[in-house]
């Protein structure tokens, strides 16, 4: 890669194959929470993820290239660690507690990089990649958000008096 240009790419592939493999991974994090509430925001933000492999398409199109994926070591790392807590936990507000920090982790990566992506869609001037990178971010901070406020308010209270 020589070339902003070529580097934006490499990274939107990066993305494609991340939000592909998510959409795998959330059925599996949804049918392994307990708590009703966390399920719904697993399955919705599936669905919200299946618009984010859309809005990257987009971005390929307004790059001028297909859209294919290149294997992306973080996001692999990041579901791995969702189905370790799968494993080493029990169903409950505990494994409910980890479900929620491993997306979370996933969001927060997902956040970083269409931070990244949209600062260089801007500057190679590549405009009509810029809208669907600023509505993929705001989702991905508000989904964050509600996890957030889905662990302090039930969860992660429910989970420390199972401890205790």
């Given amino acids: 890669m ?10 939107v592939r990066d993305m ?30 599936r669905e919200q993820t299946e618009h984010h492999v859309e809005r990257l398409q987009q971005v390929f199109e307004a790059l001028g290239e297909r859209a294919r994926g290149v294997t992306c070591e973080a996001i692999v790392g990041l579901i791995g660690e969702g189905e370790e807590i799968v494993q080493a936990t029990e169903p409950g507000p505990v494994r409910d507690a980890g479900l929620i920090g491993c997306a979370q982790a996933v969001e927060h990566y997902e956040i970083a990089r269409y931070g990244m992506l949209l600062a260089w869609a801007k500057a190679c001037g590549a405009k009509e990649a810029v809208g669907p990178l600023e509505q993929t971010l705001a989702e991905e901070k508000k989904a964050d958000a509600l996890l957030n406020e889905l662990a302090t308010r039930r969860v992660n209270p429910q989970a420390t008096q199972r401890a205790a």
């Fill in 16 to 45: 494609y194959y991340a939000e592909r493999q998510i959409l795998k991974a959330l059925p599996k994090m949804a049918r392994a929470a307990q708590a009703e509430e966390l399920k719904q925001a697993l399955t919705e933000h």
């Fill in 2 to 11: 020589k070339t902003m240009n070529e580097l934006l790419v490499h990274f």
